[in-house]
């Protein structure tokens, strides 16, 4: 598919980050956009971004909120696109949506850790089984599912558990490698793609947070305070056991706003390099310099992947904060 124009594309978590970017860069390109999201005032606002420049007449930019953990939420925004797109076919599908949070077996509940897994990856499995009709419809189409250095090397740091977000990510890039002959035996005109970006300057810790609370609120509840507290000891934060709540507070509202402003790839950049994949029918998409050098230190000595020694010098060479 070497251009967008004309097409129909699915983007699910198109409210912010990525999402976002992605559906500004079709629709600069002639593309027809469907998004999802669970927030319909952030999906507005991609849209408004979408509809500065005047839209080409013609050209369907439309919203839907949806829970992608959901299967009847998917079937429901399916049904939508088809009446407000006016298609029985799609071309492009972005299983974006994600989630960070409900790291640990031990420290999370049960509720958390699978509010996570269930959108990362439920909601690509969903995303894929729910609109393969319309893809396969379509003459050409592509679908392509966000992954994450994450589901290549399971660990963001040795002070903190990641179990629910890596699990999610590794069974998404499992998924789409199968789907690569599943495709060329059964519809060889679809493509797909597993992306796998580094540390992107989006909203997903904030995001994150709100859903996995479902309160909408920028502040920790006294639950998520005391963890947060909890981890700052256990990672040896000096004095954490004597902050106040709200340095807490104070403390998560920061690497809210580091990881998206402080990030090495914007969202805008990831989207670009997303689409210009997808135009090389490349399968395999790593997104920043970071993700690369992840890449090939992990392949270069898997089994101390997991060793502080790694850590320390991965810090050094593409300057994470991790943990």
């Known amino acids: 598919m070497k251009e967008f124009a004309g097409k129909i594309a699915v983007i699910t978590g198109g409210g912010t980050g990525m999402g976002r970017e992605l559906a500004r860069q079709l629709v600069a390109e002639g593309c027809n956009v469907a998004m999802c999201d669970v927030s319909e005032a952030a999906m507005a606002e991609t849209r408004r971004l979408c509809e500065t420049e005047k839209l080409p007449q013609g050209l369907r930019v439309t919203t839907h909120v949806a829970d992608v953990a959901i299967e009847d939420h998917l079937k429901r925004f399916r049904d939508e696109i088809a009446e407000q797109q006016k298609t029985d076919k799609i ?43 319309m893809l396969v419809a379509a003459d050409e189409a592509h679908i392509v599912n966000t992954a994450s250095v994450n589901g290549f090397w399971a660990s963001i740091g040795m002070n903190q558990a990641h179990t629910a977000y890596s699990s999610a990510k590794f069974a998404v890039k499992g998924f789409t490698e199968a789907l690569i002959n599943d495709l060329r035996l059964h519809a060889p005109h679809v493509k797909c793609s597993v992306v796998m970006p580094g540390h992107i300057g989006t909203s997903i810790v904030s995001n994150s947070r709100k859903v996995q609370s479902a309160d909408g609120s920028e502040r920790l509840n006294a639950d998520e305070v005391a963890l947060t507290r909890k981890r700052m000891v256990a990672a040896g934060v000096p004095d954490a056991d004597k902050m106040s709540d709200e340095d807490i507070q104070a403390v998560f509202a920061e690497r809210a706003r580091s990881f998206l402003e402080d990030a090495p790839t914007t969202a805008a950049q990831a989207a670009k390099i997303i689409l210009d994949g997808v135009k090389a029918e490349r399968w395999r998409i790593l997104v920043g310099e970071d993700a690369k050098r992840l890449d090939e230190r992990v392949r270069a000595t898997p089994e101390q992947a997991y060793d502080r020694a790694f850590y320390e010098s991965l810090v050094q060479e593409v300057g994470w904060r991790l943990g």
């Open 91 to 133: 071309h492009l599908l972005f299983n974006n949506a994600g989630i960070g949070g409900g790291g640990s077996l031990f420290t999370n509940t049960r509720e958390q850790w699978e509010r996570t897994f269930n959108i990362c990856w439920g909601g690509v499995y969903l995303g894929v089984r729910t609109f393969l009709p």
